[in-house]
């Protein structure tokens, strides 16, 4: 699936690779149907290294 930009001029959109600019990572961010209990984590426990991965 495609990480597109809404945002006019970015440079963070994959469908053209030779536009991205370092090492930029895409984090999706996980679906309520599928994983509840990452949805339902505090504002304060949003810190990336501490968050679960969902294996995809």
């Not at 809404?6 to 991205?20: A, E, F, M, T, V």
């Amino acid at each position: 699936m495609d990480k597109r930009c809404q945002w006019g001029l970015c440079n963070s959109d994959n469908r053209y690779p030779d536009r991205l600019v370092g090492d930029i990572e895409f984090i999706s961010f996980p679906k309520r149907k599928f994983s509840t209990r990452q949805c339902s984590l505090d504002k304060s426990e949003w810190k990336l290294q501490e968050l679960p991965r969902s294996p995809l």
